[in-house]
């Protein structure tokens, strides 16, 4: 194909955005309002699993070790299970933390009156750890429970399992949900598409009849799809930037230190907006294909 | 230059539009193709231009056997035919210009070229004062006339037309075949499927008569052979 021809379809397919300004206003709208719904629902569900990740990696078990009275067996003992533990398989962090640290922890929760336990601390020394995979904390929990030395596990094993449980069901109906919009989507939008196209048969017909080949007739109508997937996901892309941004900035200081934390604008809105012109080129080219290939067939 | 062989043509729903054809147009020739509605003119017509395929026989184009064509081949050949309907098939969104140039901008044609030869041909056709305009602000005869302008611009050696005149009114009819007389005497064959007895039994040229899905009369300089 020469040159010119590709100039010639890029020029055709852009008049033909104008000459059949209703029909492609028709399609370009579709994908605005789909993608507008894609773009806020990508950003609520990409919060949402950011969130989640958090609270699993904030999982962990706490493992009590038991009293020695002789301080230099003690540590013996302590430095030995920290070694066992980080040994074991899948454990990412194993964060020591002795009996004083423990009870300025008990203090700073629970109050000043704790103070009175600094003469005698009754407290046992402890070691958080945390897991590679926070799903296999359990797993990691029972194999120090065999540990020597190991007083008890502090693991909250149905809280983690009820929180897991939560968390993996909320992921699930969340790329269910997103499933079952991008397949409305495609169908929705590409059946616009194919109505707008099929309106235009005839020039089809006509344009087989002189002569042209396949991808003669072909190529502009898929630049036309190319084009309404962009213009349609202009919209999409400022609305959401902005919304997110304004959203962002109102919500993200009150939210320091809670369970619910914003992803940061850069590079969410990014991603969002990559994803939303990416799919509106995709979701234009394959309507145009579709119908297109109908046509030709016949 | 175009010759069918034994030709047979059946539909799906049974009927046979062509039951054994066999025929030799000469380059340069003029010929009219006649016989009553369902006879088989249009299945005859649009065997040349590969818009139908025979069900068995040969259909030979400029020396090529189209019934054995791929489907990627077909473009090539209607490439060299230039082809009228009755009802015009103008692209409605494109000017009158665009319209013409569009069938050479189909073979790549050098903008240069392009715009040279539209010119000339809506010359010939007596429509370059109108070549912005679109095909609804024109009479049917102008529009039949800007449909001959598109299938001579690439200079085929054969134009084919099924019924030109059939939504025209005597005036324009006559108008519409004044042209293609002149572009039969600048050698190109001309086969034309019509119902017009007086244009027939006037211009006086090779008439073929299908009547049945067969050739009921082949004479040169015939007459239309038909009443109404």
Same mark, same amino acid.
């Given at each position: 194909m020469k040159a010119r021809t590709i100039r010639r379809h890029f020029r055709e397919s852009l008049k033909s955005l104008s000459r059949n300004g209703w029909m492609s206003f028709a399609s370009i709208s579709a994908v605005t309002v789909t993608l507008l719904l894609v773009g806020v629902f990508a950003i609520i569900m990409l919060n949402l699993n950011n969130t989640a990740s958090s609270v699993?990696?904030?999982?962990?078990?706490?493992?009590?070790?038991?009293?020695?009275?002789?301080?230099?067996?003690?540590?013996?003992?302590?430095?030995?299970?920290?070694?066992?533990?980080?040994?074991?398989?899948?454990?990412?962090?194993?964060?020591? #933390? #002795?009996k004083d640290e423990e009870l300025n922890l008990l203090i700073e929760k629970l109050g000043e009156e704790f103070k009175l336990y600094e003469q005698s601390n009754p407290l046992r020394s402890a070691i958080y750890v945390k897991a590679e995979d926070p799903l296999e904390i359990l797993t990691i929990s029972e194999k120090i429970r065999k540990l020597e030395n190991v007083h008890s596990v502090v693991d909250g094993k149905d809280t983690v399992e009820n929180l897991f449980g939560f968390l993996e069901t909320a992921r699930n109906i969340g790329l269910v949900l997103i499933l079952g919009?991008?397949?409305?989507?495609?169908?929705?939008? #590409?059946?616009?598409?194919?109505?707008?196209?099929?309106?235009?048969?005839?020039?089809?017909?006509?344009m087989k009849l002189v002569g042209a080949t396949n991808s003669f007739v072909r190529i502009p109508f898929l630049l036309e799809g190319i084009w309404i997937g962009i213009l349609g996901s202009i919209i999409p892309m400022i609305a959401v930037s902005v919304a997110y941004h304004n959203i962002y900035d109102a919500l993200a200081p009150r939210l320091k230190g809670q369970l619910l934390q914003l992803l940061e604008v850069s590079p969410l809105i990014w991603q969002v907006n990559g994803l939303m012109i990416i799919l509106g080129i995709f979701i234009g080219l394959w309507g145009s294909f579709m119908s297109v290939r109908k046509f030709l067939k016949a | 230059m175009i010759s069918m062989k034994d030709v047979y043509k059946k539909y799906p729903n049974g009927v046979v539009a062509a039951n054994g054809i066999s025929v030799d147009i000469r380059q340069g020739e003029f010929v009219y193709v006649v016989g009553p509605s369902g006879a088989g003119k249009s299945t005859f017509i649009k065997m040349m231009?590969?818009?139908?395929?025979?069900?068995?026989?040969?259909?030979?184009?400029?020396?090529?056997?189209?019934?054995?064509?791929?489907r990627n081949q077909i473009p090539q050949l209607r490439r060299e035919l230039g082809v009228v309907f009755q009802d015009f098939? =103008?692209?409605?969104?494109?000017?009158?210009?665009?319209?013409? @140039?569009? @069938?050479?901008?189909?073979?790549?044609?050098?903008?240069? /070229?392009?715009?040279? *030869? /539209?010119?000339? /041909?809506?010359?010939?056709?007596? =429509?370059?004062?109108?070549?912005?305009m679109l095909p609804s602000e024109l009479s049917g005869g102008e529009q039949q006339r800007i449909s001959i302008a598109r299938s001579i611009v690439n200079v085929p050696k054969i134009v084919i @037309?099924?019924?030109?005149?059939?939504?025209?009114?005597?005036?324009?009819?006559?108008?519409?075949?004044?042209?293609?007389?002149?572009?039969?005497? *600048?050698?190109?064959?001309?086969?034309? @499927?019509?119902?017009?007895?007086?244009?027939?039994?006037?211009? *006086?040229?090779?008439?073929i008569a299908i009547e049945g899905g067969m050739i009921a009369r082949d004479i040169d300089g015939g007459d239309y052979g038909y009443e109404g």
């Open positions: 699993e990696e904030d999982v962990e078990v706490k493992v009590l070790i038991n009293i020695i009275e002789d301080e230099q067996q003690l540590k013996a003992a302590e430095d030995k299970l920290i070694q066992q533990v980080k040994s074991i398989s899948g454990v990412a962090e194993a964060r020591y #933390s #002795s919009l991008l397949f409305t989507v495609i169908f929705l939008i #590409s059946n616009t598409i194919r109505i707008t196209i099929i309106a235009r048969k005839d020039e089809i017909e006509i | 231009y590969s818009e139908e395929k025979p069900t068995s026989g040969d259909v030979i184009i400029n020396g090529k056997n189209i019934t054995k064509m791929k098939k =103008l692209l409605p969104k494109l000017s009158v210009f665009e319209n013409v @140039a569009f @069938a050479l901008e189909v073979i790549e044609e050098h903008p240069k /070229v392009i715009k040279k *030869r /539209v010119m000339e /041909v809506l010359d010939l056709v007596g =429509l370059k004062h109108k070549m912005r @037309a099924d019924e030109p005149t059939g939504n025209l009114d005597p005036e324009n009819s006559w108008e519409i075949m004044k042209i293609f007389e002149e572009i039969n005497t *600048r050698g190109t064959t001309v086969v034309m @499927a019509t119902h017009n007895r007086e244009i027939v039994n006037t211009i *006086r040229k090779r008439v």
